[in-house]
């Protein structure tokens, strides 16, 4: 037993390296650090991870914070807004319910928008930002761009984790996994990119 529990704090004291510049949630800290340590380059980045009751038409959202946008982009600070339950009817599904790889798989898709930004000068971000509002095919190319990222950076199997647990969770709306089908990869494309790059 203290093998296991040596093992877990050492993961535990390595994933602290991530924690630099950022503003964690308690209740989520395993989950962020976590997907976080896929991505190193963004390991001075500064990023608050933030409980939001209502996020339209997401559970969670990434978007750099305006008045950072204009510090260059070495400067910018990020927020990824989390909402801390899907509302299905009167029932409600909490996430400290939803599975660990899942709940890392989404956070990874967001820091996948995180690096996208990332790249983008002010007049780019706000074209991205237009672009995000009134294109549906803008949202589409936007959203794969973040899978491409968390998918090149080793979470394939948590990004597939988490669009199998929407795609096959009956609780959830079916207006909400069309959403998920129209606007983000599927599990057997993911599957695809990662089986060419092997």
Known sequence: ?????DQSEETSLNLEEFA????IPE?????VLTALSYYPELKDTRIRF???ENIKKSFMQAQPIIK????GKVNREYVIFISRFFKIGNEKIFIHNIPFDVVVGW????????????NRGLLRMIKFGIGYLISKSYVIGAERVADTFAIEHGLADKIIATKNYILNHADLPEKYKN????FYMAPEEVMMIVQ???
């Open 1 to 5: 037993m203290k093998v296991m529990s």
């Open 20 to 23: 630099s510049q950022k503003i």
């Open 27 to 31: 209740a989520l800290n395993r989950e």
């Open 50 to 52: 933030v409980f939001k």
């Open 68 to 71: 950072s946008m204009f510090s």
């Open 107 to 118: 956070i990874g898709h967001e820091l996948g928008h995180v690096m996208d930004y990332k």
């Open 179 to 182: 959403k998920i089908r129209k």
């Open 196 to 198: 060419s790059k092997s």
